[in-house]
């Protein structure tokens, strides 16, 4: 756990230092868990959004997208259960005074048995070499099955228990499990309670005439108390989706340094609308469909997996989420829901008014099921980033930190150099800047040796470096540098855009999903 919690340290270190992420505030000593992105960090992030935009709206024909207010009528969350049962199950710590998600309390000490698995796995592997089947070890050694039961029976209880609301157990199964305090080791722990998530506050003009409103505790209603609009505007015929990318707010009471924000968050959603009876089809495909999204980035296939959820929340019939292993284990990235029919027939009761489709081939009308992808924004930034930070060893004994984001997501496609501020080298990086900035953002330097130049934008995340020396003055031609590999290559000024676009463009890293 403290390797983990100093990797992140590292993560957040180097974030700061290249202008990817500040603490927010941080002139009156921050906000705990709110940060706020930087200038390369608003690139990075309006990239990922991009990236899933272009993927779920450009390239499907039957999903549009929305952009629905943060402010909606109070009865909206009344309808979507988000009143009366939106909660977290909460339990102190007597001795600490501390306050923890019970359920967390448990993943964690799940999350140490899995540890336990890895460590069993690094064992064989060094044990039997080139010859070791990983798949085979983990279904077949008695050691890893017994720890990978035990995960099984306690998250199981607990899924049980918080879907009966057996609160008095969840304690019980802590205590059972001899979980302690993380930081004073302490046993002491309260009964455990549910605690509303939701913010909220008043609009009006006067205390005696404002309306109790929320904000948002999810993107997701937007869209349904739109299904009819977007659905007779747009002429859509199902299935199809409605997709949003927004902010959502969540009061979290323990907001972990987990992600850069816990209470103030943006999600990624699509809400794919299906004929009842095909939903479960429908769901696989989708959860089928994501994982491609997220490895077409080229992170690791060994940094996902699927986890299906024990307890359901009350609107649906399967659950499960895409989990990435974060500096801090693997933690929920995206969540897959069927959610039935159960929103648009809460809206229906709430409202007094009709959200059915009609169906004209089978002449009759119907309320449709939910299929929902969601994910968070502020989460696959961190996946992103902390994924890329790497240290290399270089062949003359050094090192180098470099920060080997995915090129169609960097916020700097390229820094172009003169090698020397004279000489009108710099009028000629000039131009090219000029000439590129069209079709890519790109980053001008001319400070420092070209060596010193070359290992800030590795440390940024700038996939391609281009010298300008003198010869260039004769023969139309730079150096590139490449990131990752650092090859240095002659080419043409007129041939950069093509290299450049061969290696950031959407298509190039989109059509991925397709192989």
Not at 42 to 58: C, G, P, S
Not at 418 to 442: C, H, Q, S, Y
Not at 469 to 483: G, K, N, Q, Y
Request: aromatic fraction near 12%; charge should be neutral.
């Amino acid at each position: 756990m403290a390797k983990q919690e100093d990797h992140f340290k590292k993560v957040l270190s180097h974030a700061k230092e290249y202008g990817y992420v500040f603490q927010s505030s941080e002139i009156y000593d921050g906000l705990s868990a709110v940060y706020d992105y930087a200038q390369n960090g608003v690139e990075l992030k309006k990239n990922i959004r991009d990236y899933w935009w272009k993927a779920m709206v450009q390239m499907h024909e039957n999903i549009v997208g929305l952009d629905a207010s943060i402010l909606m009528h109070p009865k909206t969350w009344k309808a979507s259960g988000h009143v009366d049962a939106f909660n977290d199950p909460l339990i102190d710590n007597k001795d600490s005074k501390k306050r923890y998600r019970a359920d967390v309390l448990i993943e964690d000490y799940c999350a140490k048995i899995e540890g336990k698995i890895e460590k069993e796995v690094a064992k064989a592997t060094k044990r039997f070499g080139a010859s070791f089947n990983k798949e085979e070890f983990l279904a077949t050694n008695g050691r890893v099955l017994g720890y990978q039961e035990k995960i099984k029976s306690i998250l199981a209880r607990m899924g049980a228990s918080l879907q009966n609301e057996d609160l008095a157990d969840v304690k019980l199964l802590i205590e059972e499990l001899e979980i302690a305090d993380p930081l004073t080791g302490s046993r002491n722990w309260t009964e455990v309670k549910q605690f509303n998530l939701m913010f909220g506050t008043q609009i009006g003009a006067s205390a005696e005439s404002s309306t109790q409103v929320y904000l948002r505790p999810e993107t997701a209603q937007g869209i349904f108390v739109n299904f009819l609009n977007v659905q007779k505007t747009g002429r859509m015929k199902i299935p199809f989706g409605i997709a949003q990318t927004g902010k959502a707010f969540r009061n979290e009471i323990v907001a972990r340094q987990f992600i850069f924000r816990m209470r103030e968050f943006e999600q990624m959603e699509m809400q794919f609308f299906v004929k009842p009876g095909t939903q479960k089809k429908w769901y696989d495909q989708w959860k089928a469909t994501r994982l491609k999204w997220h490895l077409s980035l080229g992170m690791g296939a060994e940094n996902y997996r699927f986890h299906d959820h024990d307890k359901l929340a009350h609107y649906a019939d399967a659950a499960a989420d895409i989990e990435f292993k974060f500096p801090f284990g693997f933690k929920e990235l995206e969540g897959i829901h069927s959610r039935t029919d159960f929103d648009l027939k809460a809206h229906e009761e709430h409202s007094g008014k009709k959200l059915q489709y009609f169906d004209h081939e089978e002449n009759k009308s119907y309320t449709p099921y939910v299929v929902e992808t969601s994910i968070g924004l502020d989460r696959m930034f961190l996946a992103v980033f902390s994924t890329s930070l790497q240290e290399e060893a270089l062949e003359n004994g050094t090192t180098r930190t470099v920060l080997k984001l995915p090129a169609v997501l960097a916020p700097y496609k390229a820094a172009i150099f003169p090698l020397v501020k004279k000489d009108g080298l710099p009028e000629v990086a000039r131009e090219i800047m000029e000439t590129l900035k069209w079709d890519f953002n790109v980053f001008y330097d001319e400070k420092d040796a070209v060596g010193k130049r070359y290992r800030r934008q590795d440390a940024a995340g700038t996939p391609f470096c281009i010298t300008v020396d003198h010869d260039s003055l004769e023969d139309a031609s730079v150096t590139i540098r490449h990131r990752d590999t650092m090859e240095q290559k002659r080419v043409k000024i007129a041939d950069l855009k093509g290299i450049i676009e061969k290696e950031v463009a959407v298509k190039t890293w989109l059509q991925k999903i397709e192989a």
